[in-house]
């Protein structure tokens, strides 16, 4: 299984928004709706932000949000602020050997 | 809630590690523990889990034979061991909680860089 493929970066000013995409195949994203993201500042451990698709846990701002649509996931940070400058990945759930599979991530800035 | 994990390891070629994952709170009962690892310049790769009530594993074949996962319930830790290491072994372990929802990790380690050099 090769990873789920992410654009290696994104960027956006202070306020605008960024949108994030992670194409797998219909074996992957396109089979499940079990696809999460995770925001992940270097040294410190990374934080679940959605699930599910489009479900947020509890604590992350509603300016996070998750989309699917055939075979690719899209996750938009809306309103950008600089703590959101980290990177992203997606992950989905197969199911079978190897259960989860990773994207290759994405490094966000906020200019 | 934290998941503490241990420091930094230096091994050599053909050797063995071993990464523990403590919870700060009783957070593990009733859930699968979950290792994950990044290799530099690339993205997480998913190695397995753990029961943490049962102690069943389940890993993905690539570490079949290579890995083991165990746990002690009574200090809320859960380990991993990965053996015959190799320089493409030298990544950053994470232990990870697996949601309720199933198919994601609500609960991250900060990582455990495991560097394998001779």
């Not at chain 2, 919870?23 to 190695?47: C, K, L, N």
């Not at chain 2, 049962?54 to 083991?68: D, I």
Request: hydrophobic share 30%.
């Amino acid at each position: 299984q090769s990873a789920l493929t992410q654009p290696p970066s994104a960027s956006g000013s202070p306020g605008q928004s960024v949108t994030i995409s992670c194409t797998g195949t219909s074996n992957d994203v396109g089979a499940y709706n079990y696809v999460s993201w995770y925001q992940h500042h270097p040294g410190k451990a990374p934080k679940l932000m959605i699930y599910e698709v489009n479900k947020r846990p509890s604590g992350v701002p509603d300016r996070f949000s998750g989309s699917k649509s055939g075979n690719t996931a899209s996750l938009t940070v809306s309103g950008l602020q600089a703590e959101d400058e980290a990177d992203y990945y997606c992950c989905s759930y197969l199911g079978s050997d190897p259960r989860y599979l990773f994207g290759t991530g994405t490094k966000v800035t906020v200019l | 809630v934290q998941l503490v994990q241990s420091q930094a390891e230096v091994r050599k070629p053909g050797a063995s590690v071993k990464v523990s994952c403590q919870a700060s709170e009783d957070i593990f009962t009733g859930y699968y523990i979950h290792w994950v690892r990044q290799a530099p310049g690339q993205g997480p790769e998913w190695m397995g889990r753990i029961n943490f009530n049962g102690g069943g594993t389940t890993f993905t074949q690539k570490f079949q034979g290579r890995v083991t996962m165990t746990r002690d319930r009574s200090i809320n830790e859960a380990y991993m061991e990965l053996s015959r290491l190799t320089t493409d072994d030298t990544a950053i372990y994470y232990c990870a909680r697996e949601s309720d929802f199933d198919d994601s990790f609500d609960y991250w380690g900060q990582g455990t860089l495991v560097m394998v050099s001779s």
